[in-house]
């Protein structure tokens, strides 16, 4: 039997654990950085490694879909012409219309829960950027929001409760006004609660 030692995607800074990975030199040109570190919000290293092989599991996936996106455009030919991103640029939604759109389509029938909830959450993402652009959007916003939202002292559910409301509201204003855009708020890794004696009260 042959031994294959895993690569370990996590260090401790602080008795903090946290992830860290550098981008494929092939997909590097998508990003503004070349390495992908977060908090795992650990002190425990078997959690800490667990967290780390599941957001790295999430990377590969996600890198392997652009990928596939690249093939798919060189082979049918497609590239976007500069004329063609200026048109993408100049259509804009703003988060304030992508919410009023998401209560006019999804609020038929809704409780008062439903608006307050999903108006919540939107408010939260606007202080925590400072601005209302969807096209503005990069995927450092998301993990940026979601430390936000950990150092307002919200729990893992909260914070995915939170999460999952913003990427509803987002994905319907994608699909209804056909914006060049994609969610960032898919796909983030939000870490589990330490245990309950560890929390702040």
Known sequence: MVWVRLPVYFYK?????????????????????????VSLRTKSE??????AAALSD????????????MIYSRELGL????????????????ITEALALYHR???????????ESSERS???????????DLAALEISDA???RDYLFDRGMSSSSVKRVFSSVRAVINLAIREQGLAVTNVFSGTFIPDDEAKTQRLP
């Not at 800074?13 to 570190?37: A, C, G, V, W």
């Not at 939107?122 to 209302?132: I, Q, V």
Request: aromatic share 14%; proline share 2%; charged share 35%.
């Open 13 to 37: 800074r602080n008795d903090t654990f946290y992830f860290s990975r550098s981008i494929p030199s092939d997909l590097q040109h998508r990003f503004k950085k070349r390495k992908i570190e």
């Open 46 to 51: 078997s959690k800490a490694a667990k967290s």
């Open 58 to 69: 999430r990377l590969e996936r996600y890198w392997d879909s652009l990928r596939m996106e």
């Open 79 to 94: 590239r976007v012409t500069p004329d063609a991103k200026t048109t993408i640029c100049s259509k804009s939604f703003s």
């Open 105 to 115: 389509l999804k609020g038929g029938g809704k409780t008062k829960l439903f608006f």
């Open 122 to 132: 939107m408010r939260y993402l606007t202080d925590c950027l400072g601005h209302e």
């Open 143 to 145: 993990g940026r929001f």
